[in-house]
Nanobody, 128 residues
Framework: QVQPVESGGGLVQAGESLTLSCVVS????????VGWFRQAPGKDREFVAA????????YYADSLKERFIISKDNTKRTVDLRLSSLKPEDTAVYYC?????????????????????WGQGTQVTVSS
């Protein structure tokens, strides 16, 4: 699998918005879902959101679904993550991941184990 490529991270102030973008290579096949995860310094990796490649099904971490929106463009092979009302605790490296599994581990795209190709990550820093 070819790694997905993230972009769009940066330094923003609390309350501002940011859109992260993930580009999935045309050489990546099959694709059943694309997810976003994040990891803050000293913390475990955390699920943020995911979208099934076919159809419109999306998944969100309960604590983030009111502020973050995932969207995709299958033709452009991009999956965006819109981050709104950002808080300092949103500071983390955000990773895009691709799942080639039609049936995810434990039937869940919330788990990082369901993804087999990961990007290098993009840093999001939110200042107070």
């Amino acid at each position: 699998q070819v790694q997905p490529v993230e972009s769009g991270g940066g330094l923003v102030q609390a309350g501002e918005s940011l859109t992260l973008s993930c580009v999935v290579s045309r050489r990546t096949f099959p694709i059943h879902a694309v997810g976003w995860f994040r990891q803050a310094p000293g913390k475990d990796r955390e699920f943020v959101a995911a979208a099934r490649w076919s159809g419109d099904t999306t998944y969100y971490a309960d604590s983030l679904k009111e502020r973050f929106i995932i969207s995709k463009d299958n033709t452009k092979r991009t999956v965006d993550l819109r981050l709104s009302s950002l808080k300092p605790e949103d500071t983390a490296v955000y990773y895009c991941a691709v799942s080639s599994l039609k049936y995810p581990v434990a039937n869940s795209y919330y788990s990082g184990r369901s993804y087999d190709s990961w990007g290098q990550g993009t840093q999001v820093t939110v200042s107070s």
